[in-house]
């Protein structure tokens, strides 16, 4: 399943922080129309490096479907940060 | 993703919960998860496949209980591994010899056309049997998949 939502958090007890819900799904929706016109793009550079087309798409769908699940949290003296990708 | 985050998600996306809400419930699964005991390694009942690679570092606390260094907590999905060694396999042949080059250089014996889809799932599956523990006297680092 593609990411749907990252929350973006950034702490610190000096200049207080943020909490941000990025709703991906509607990022997604908005980038469809440039993948589509990337995608003649993507097939040349394939066809130059001698790399299939469709292989090289479906991993780099794997990936971005992989990225569900992704927790990165840091916490420093009075500094945090967290992202999360749900 | 689990049912309950999936539902938690459907009821922000509807609008019905707040994003203040949704942030609270999903924070409560993973609190509920992490509590929930580790399943015993030594039971000779088959294990799951593991989800996700977590990397833990917990600085001990100084004497004004402050901490030693930072606090890191990373969980990258399986998945995302797989996928990553994968497209490993895309990388062409001059570009791997740099890599291999620089590995060499910092003293890594590594050779990246080694790692073959092949042997991947093998290589996830072995993740369940991983556990690693660094015990510093300023420092706890602990490698693990669940």
Request: charged share 25%.
């Amino acid at each position: 399943m593609i990411p749907l939502f990252a929350l973006v958090s950034m702490q610190s007890e000096q200049s207080g922080g943020f909490r941000l819900w990025l709703p991906l799904f509607l990022v997604w929706l908005l980038l469809l129309p440039l993948a589509v016109l990337l995608l003649p793009v993507i097939f040349i550079i394939c066809m130059v490096r001698q790399v299939n087309p469709l292989r090289a798409l479906g991993l780099g769908w794997q990936v971005f479907a992989g990225l569900t699940g992704t927790h990165i949290e840091f916490e420093e003296c009075n500094h945090s940060f967290l992202i999360r990708i749900i | 993703m689990s049912e309950n985050r999936r539902q938690v998600l459907e009821m922000l996306a509807a609008g019905k919960i707040t994003a203040d809400e949704a942030d609270r419930l999903i924070a409560a699964l993973e609190k509920e998860s992490q509590v929930s005991p580790p399943p015993d390694r030594s039971e000779s009942s088959p294990k799951g496949k593991p989800k996700y690679l977590r990397v833990v570092v917990e600085p001990e606390k100084d004497n004004q209980g402050g901490s030693k260094g930072p606090k890191v907590n990373i969980r990258v999905p399986v998945q995302l591994i797989r996928a990553g060694v994968k497209l490993g396999s895309l990388i062409p042949a001059h570009a791997r010899d740099h890599v291999n080059d620089a590995f060499h250089r910092h003293g890594m014996q590594f050779d990246l056309s080694q790692i073959k889809p092949e042997n991947l799932e093998e290589l996830i599956e072995h993740l369940n049997d991983l556990t690693i523990d660094v015990d510093d006297k300023d420092i706890k680092v602990r490698v693990f998949s669940e």
